[in-house]
């Protein structure tokens, strides 16, 4: 069994844009000023109250919870409106297929929604490459495990056969905290040098050097 669980956002597309944008409208809405898009960035892989959290330190659950809610409603606008692109990296596409030809199970482990997540990955037409789809609708925020066990028990893998790919020490953390190898990717939003500090036993720079090295 070879299981790799990536993460979304920063790993297989490169939503930036539209999360930094919907998160500069609900600062607006509530009338604080909004963080820099570096601070935006470090929060995506959180689940949206714990990135609210992270942002603004000293405001209550309440006020976290309702912002969550606000940045969805504000995403989803933005979707419905034709503002919402989420590409695929380039190279992206030829890893996962080439790793599902070489007999890999694959799956997705991410702190976006449920209908998120599947509007991405229809929309970049990889949906139905993955066994397994893991969001923040159902489970605690990374670093926390569950996501990632609930993947391996779905493809029916056990730790020592899981690989998770992120470009977070969030998803470096969670594979730790499941048991798990960890590779971490540099076209995402956080540093090399904090992903081998998490734990990641590699990082690489283009998705042809993660292909190359997973089917050595």
């Known amino acids: 069994m070879k299981f790799a669980v990536f993460d979304c956002d920063g790993t297989l597309v490169d939503g930036q844009a539209p999360i930094c944008e919907a998160m500069e409208a609900v600062f607006a809405e509530f009338s604080l000023p909004a963080p820099s898009?570096?601070?935006?960035?470090?929060?995506?892989?959180?689940?949206?109250?714990?990135?609210?959290?992270?942002?603004?330190?000293?405001?209550?659950?309440a006020q976290q919870h309702a912002m969550a809610d606000a940045y969805k409603l504000a995403f989803r606008q933005a979707r419905s409106e034709g503002r919402?692109?989420?590409?695929?990296?380039?190279?992206?596409?030829?890893?996962?297929?080439?790793?599902?030809?070489?007999g890999w199970t694959l799956g997705v482990a991410t702190g976006m929604s449920d209908r998120g997540l599947s509007f991405c990955l229809e929309a970049n037409g990889i949906k139905d490459l993955f066994v397994t789809l893991q969001?923040?609708?159902?489970?605690?925020?990374?670093?926390?495990?569950?996501?990632?066990?609930?993947?391996?028990?779905?493809?029916?893998?056990?730790?020592?056969?899981?690989?998770?790919?992120?470009?977070?020490?969030?998803?470096?953390?969670?594979?730790?905290?499941?048991?798990?190898?960890?590779?971490?990717?540099?076209w995402g939003y956080h540093h090399p040098e904090e992903l081998i500090a998490a734990g990641a036993e590699k990082v690489f720079e283009t998705p042809q050097q993660l292909l190359e090295h997973l089917l050595a």
Do not use: W
């Open 37 to 61: 898009r570096g601070l935006i960035r470090r929060a995506v892989g959180l689940s949206l109250p714990q990135a609210m959290r992270q942002l603004l330190p000293d405001s209550d659950e």
């Open 84 to 102: 919402v692109s989420q590409p695929l990296f380039p190279g992206i596409a030829d890893v996962l297929r080439g790793l599902q030809a070489a």
């Open 135 to 186: 969001t923040a609708d159902r489970h605690p925020s990374k670093p926390h495990p569950a996501m990632l066990e609930e993947a391996m028990d779905d493809a029916g893998a056990r730790p020592g056969e899981t690989v998770m790919i992120g470009d977070t020490v969030y998803d470096i953390r969670m594979a730790a905290n499941a048991g798990s190898r960890a590779i971490g990717v540099d």
